[in-house]
T-cell receptor, first 112, second 117 residues
């Protein structure tokens, strides 16, 4: 996961917006994903964006993609304590073999 | 109901033992994966199988041997377990395994926490 970079921690107050950033490496990646991992649980797909889009909104989630800078972000509006988890971005790295390459994960802590 | 199921959920074993983790998916997907998540939460792909055929082997020690009896199952066998093998292992599946696939959304199992003592 070292090739896809994320900041390790983010702490926000309940009700505020959270922005989790990710820098990926492969400009040919077709899809980029955000996964959520709650404590002791597996990964849950939150949302994804196709590489020819620059924004996707899904309820409280907004994904922004800057393909030129290979920068992806996830904004969570009105963050709740239930949003506390680790968030992973992932790129779909294509080539002779297709791999989902994960970022290092960002631990989001929401406090009252 | 569970789309991707792994067993066991927890596994504690001594160094040197051989153990297996099983994975089954009922989504009709033709590609399955094993990922390892270490203590720092880094996730790395280990293996990928497409229609029972090994596609990706990410320089994993040959003590790890995946086996896919059919495209709905991908089991992971580990020989001579070492302390450094302690991690959470995730199985996943997705539809498609080549450049023609349109969506690489992968569904993950709940993970198997392996502790080697």
């Amino acid at each position: 996961g070292e090739d896809v970079e994320q900041s390790l921690f983010l702490s926000v107050r309940e009700g505020d917006s959270s922005v989790i950033n990710c820098t990926y490496t492969d400009s040919s990646s077709t899809y980029l994903y955000w996964y959520k991992q709650e404590p002791g649980a597996g990964l849950q797909l939150l949302t994804y964006i196709f590489s020819n889009m620059d924004m996707k909104q899904d309820q409280r989630l907004t994904v922004l993609l800057n393909k030129k800078d290979k920068h992806l972000s996830l904004r969570i509006a009105d963050t709740q304590t239930g949003d506390s988890a680790i968030y992973f971005c992932a790129e779909d790295r294509r080539g002779n073999t297709d791999k989902l390459i994960f970022g290092t994960g960002t631990r989001l802590q929401v406090f009252p | 109901d569970t789309a991707v199921s792994q067993t066991p959920k927890y596994l504690v074993t001594q160094m040197g033992n051989d153990k297996s983790i099983k994975c089954e998916q009922n989504l009709g997907h033709d590609t399955m994966y094993w990922y390892k998540q270490d203590s720092k939460k880094f996730l790395k792909i280990m293996f990928s199988y497409n229609n029972k055929e090994l596609i990706i082997n990410e320089t994993v020690p040959n003590r790890f041997s995946p086996k896919s009896p059919d495209k709905a199952h991908l089991n992971l066998h580990i020989n001579s377990l070492e302390l450094g093998d302690s991690a959470v292992y995730f199985c996943a599946s997705s539809q498609g395994g080549g450049a023609t696939r349109l969506n690489t959304e992968a569904f993950f199992g709940q993970g198997t926490r392996l502790t080697v003592v």
